[in-house]
């Protein structure tokens, strides 16, 4: 006799509904699994149904789950986008809408904008995922993660010959612009305490450095007062090089930027020579201008393929180096670093202790409370790779970024700015030519239909009339991947000289990304 919906009993006897989802379940072979017991009448804890109320016995509670695809309960209206709606939803049904809308984005295996690393190795994902609870400032309570940071900028204290790497000190950051910010801090902390002593005026520090600084360093000048003196750049000088460089400093000058991989070309700037160039005006003047070298993305890349070049803590100068651990360093967006060259480098005024995270603890990073787990992603990658396998990775990008400037050098409509020598990143401008009937931003427009991100837009102050398109290359972007790019790009050059009229006028959106 076949078992009805009112007869079905535990094993105790008690009766219970069928098609309740707080009573029935799957089992592993796919049939129908009883749990939990109740007695006759008994209100369903979890969903406040009665005995006979089921899928045959009557309505279904709201928050019961019915499948996997969009057509739970409440599932046929959109969210809120702009208030918190006042009642929640299935997990699985915020994930689904959270899932969708990120979706949307862009694929970042064909993004050439940016720096930013995009992809980890499997035990590097499940890692992160044990750690995604840690706090980096709390170093009482996780004290071997803070142990590990030690170590990580220690290993690059060494890695930028530090006379001394064990009297080195440094910090990670979210960012590495929170990292220059830091150094910036530094600069101006260490010229007002020598100025005080002397009985000078403190109050129009200025910081020397290219028109082609990244953002983070005009929001520092901007955020702590500081003027910046943009020494800029030019077809004769495509860098900060030491040139004019006595027309900038003073004797309120806190420091000057050297970029190792500028942002709009990937060039390096010749700290030897800006720091030549100090030298030269130490002698006349007296004044002892430090460097600040950021490093963002070729403090991880010249150590590596370009040992012989002298740009880190071997130039006297060099004061401080910051990076970004999530961009060459090969790791989740996140994390920067900074090191000084010795402990006393860095001024005691800026280090705070604090005591209420259940031991004093020294700080002077920007942020407070921080993700721990991407600090130990950096060790992890240190392990992993060690210094051969991080050569390997960045002369691969290496390889492949001069493979793509040689194959774009040889199109007739492009000249080069750079070759991608220095960081694996290099520039281009189109050629004039008097029947063309389109620019680099219908380039990038065309482009970005078949999926290639790849940022069009002006050069900095005095160069706004030059408009550059610009390649990176990361790990990940394989030879294969460069000869499909330059195949779509032979493609979309094609299709845009089959115009025979110009492209409409609309306003450009530049595609560029700091």
Known sequence: MSVTHSEQTHSTGDIIASGCGCCH??????????????GPGESHESCGAKDGEGKEGGRLPDNVEINPLFARPKEARSFPK???????????????VVHD???????????????????????????YMEAADKNMIDKDEYP??????????????????APDPMDAIGTSTIGSSEACMLGGLALKRRWKEAREKVGLPTDKPNLVMSSAVQVCWEKFCNYFDVEPRYVPISEDHKVLDGHDLDKYVDENTIGVVAIMGVTYTGMYEPVERISEALDRIEERTGLDVRIHVDGASGAMIAPFIQPDLTWDFRVRRVYSISTSGHKYGLVYPGLGWIVWRETADLPESLIFKVSYLGGEM?????????????????????????????????????DVAKYLSGEIARMDDF??????????????MLRDRSDRKWNLYDLQDRLRMKGWLVPAYPMPVDLTQVTVQRIVVRNGFSHDMAEAFIGDLKACVKYLDGFRSPMPSEAHVSGFHH
């Open 25 to 38: 379940g799957t089992d592993a072979n796919g049939g129908t699994a009883i749990r939990g017991t109740r």
């Open 82 to 96: 702009f208030i918190m709606p006042r009642e929640g939803s299935l997990p699985e049904t915020a994930y689904q």
């Open 101 to 127: 809308e990120a979706m949307l984005d862009g694929n970042a295996r064909l993004n050439l904008a940016t720096f930013v690393g995009t992809w980890m190795d499997d035990h590097a994902n499940r890692l």
């Open 144 to 161: 071997k993660t803070a142990e590990v940071e030690s170590r990580c900028w220690h290993m690059l204290a060494g890695l930028w010959h």
């Open 362 to 398: 020294p700080t002077f990073a920007l942020n407070f409370s921080r993700p721990g787990a991407q600090v130990l992603l950096q060790y992890y990658m240190f392990l992993r790779l060690g210094f051969e396998g991080y050569r390997r990775v960045q002369q691969t990008s290496h």
């Open 415 to 428: 000249t080069l700015w750079n070759d991608g020598s220095d960081i694996p990143v290099f520039a281009w």
